[in-house]
């Protein structure tokens, strides 16, 4: 199912205007959090598995900032063809203040060097093609629900140049 772009446009808007509210919730600046995550691309119903780092710092005048890590794999086959893939990259995310402590919402940007392979089975003969992929940015939205001041659920929403991204659900903790 290939999204169209506007409902990405009004996602995000009315994910921004639902998310500007007042008060940080339970992230705690110069604090590391960590954790798994699975997700369906916007290819089928592909799971994809992943995991996320964030750095937490409180920036004077701007607010809260997440910086760090995701990696993202996800493979699938068909009657001929399977497929691999990988993503590793960096993220950024702007946490927006928000009156519910059980609630972080925020907002980012995630640059990430995509890489994959293809490979063909058929009438006996196996063909593997040279690995493909290359640099992406995307957005990407998405919050925390704290169950525990150390533990969230974690859900994101992506978007960008790599022509399908996913939608991700999982848990972090706080180290």
Do not use: C
Not at 2 to 24: G, H
Not at 144 to 172: E, H, Q
Request: glycine share 14%; proline share 3%.
């Amino acid at each position: 199912m290939k999204l169209d772009k506007r409902y990405y446009l009004v996602f995000t808007i009315v994910l921004l205007l639902f998310l500007s509210q007042t008060s940080f919730s339970q992230l705690v600046p110069e604090n590391h959090y960590i954790g798994p995550s699975i997700g369906l691309s916007f290819l089928g119903s592909v799971p994809e598995f992943g995991a996320n780092h964030e750095y937490i710092m409180q920036i004077e005048d701007i607010g809260m900032i997440g910086v760090g890590g995701i990696f993202r794999y996800w493979s699938y086959r068909t009657a001929w063809w399977s497929y691999t893939n990988i993503v590793l990259g960096a993220q950024g995310n702007y946490y927006f203040e928000f009156d519910n402590e059980k609630i972080s919402p925020f907002v980012g940007l995630v640059f990430a060097y995509y890489g994959g392979s293809v490979k063909w089975r058929g009438s006996g003969d196996t063909w593997t093609s040279p690995g493909h992929g290359g640099l992406y940015l995307a957005g990407q939205a998405g919050g925390r629900y704290w169950l525990s001041p150390t533990m969230a659920l974690s859900a994101r929403f992506g978007f960008g140049t790599l022509s399908y991204y996913a939608l991700t659900v999982g848990i972090d903790f706080q180290l």
